[in-house]
T-cell receptor, first 112, second 110 residues
Framework: DAKTTQPTSMDCAEGRAANLPCNHS???????VYWYRQIHSQGPQYIIH???NNETNEMASLIITEDRKSSTLILPHATLRDTAVYYC?????????????FGTGTRLKVLA | DTAVSQTPKYLVTQMGNDKSIKCEQN?????MYWYKQDSKKFLKIMFS???????INETVPNRFSPKSPDKAHLNLHINSLELGDSAVYFC?????????FGEGSRLTVL
């Protein structure tokens, strides 16, 4: 019951911006979009999340379209250490009952 | 000081055995989760507990029984292990925002 679709893989040159797209066309009005990444088989790590507005933190920027049917995660200056699987997630439910539904992930390879 | 810790990290066992994986979080979060990651890296939610109460049970076979003795702990017991149970099991916790994951427990059923 994945609510998101992502490309299977992408390459990016080191130092360039990595733009990872995600479609979530069935998202509801109060459902947040989260992004996580997983390096090798470690536990997934939080990157960023948003509802309607674009968001930026020290790791990345999140651009959400006005209709909220898609979003893009931007890593502004990709490094080799950013090579990982990036998951776009929709959080459904209410406080205490949140369910974080993972997409199939995009395998990002940053090339030297 | 690890926020979400799971034990054991690796578990190799025979079909038909019963095994448990333990999870503890020291973040003071109310909600804890178990996710299963298969060989294709798909992360699927199995269970969630909020303040020791079962909230989500994603049609997981009843061979899987979670137990939450208190809100800092969520254990997963698996009876009669099958080959298809081989996976990495991740524990996670959250309050109202970010989900914090443990490092995973890799279960191999032979």
């Amino acid at each position: 019951d994945a609510k998101t679709t992502q490309p299977t893989s992408m390459d990016c040159a080191e130092g360039r911006a990595a733009n990872l797209p995600c479609n979530h066309s069935t998202i509801s009005g109060n459902e947040y979009v989260y992004w996580y990444r997983q390096i090798h088989s470690q536990g997934p790590q939080y990157i960023i999340h948003g509802l309607k507005n674009n968001e930026t933190n020290e790791m990345a920027s999140l651009i959400i379209t006005e209709d909220r049917k898609s979003s893009t995660l931007i890593l502004p200056h990709a490094t080799l250490r950013d090579t990982a699987v990036y998951y776009c997630i929709v959080r459904v439910g209410g406080s205490g009952t949140y369910k974080y539904i993972f997409g199939t992930g995009t395998r990002l390879k940053v090339l030297a | 000081d690890t926020a979400v810790s799971q034990t054991p990290k690796y578990l190799v066992t025979q079909m038909g055995n019963d095994k448990s994986i333990k999870c503890e979080q020291n973040l003071g979060h109310d909600t804890m989760y178990w996710y299963k990651q298969d060989s294709k890296k798909f992360l699927k939610i199995m269970f969630s507990y909020n303040n020791k109460e079962l909230i989500i049970n994603e049609t997981v076979p009843n061979r899987f029984s979670p137990k939450s003795p208190d809100k800092a702990h969520l254990n997963l017991h698996i009876n009669s292990l099958e080959l298809g149970d081989s996976a990495v099991y991740f524990c996670a916790s959250s309050t109202r925002g970010e989900l914090f994951f443990g490092e995973g427990s890799r279960l191999t059923v032979l």
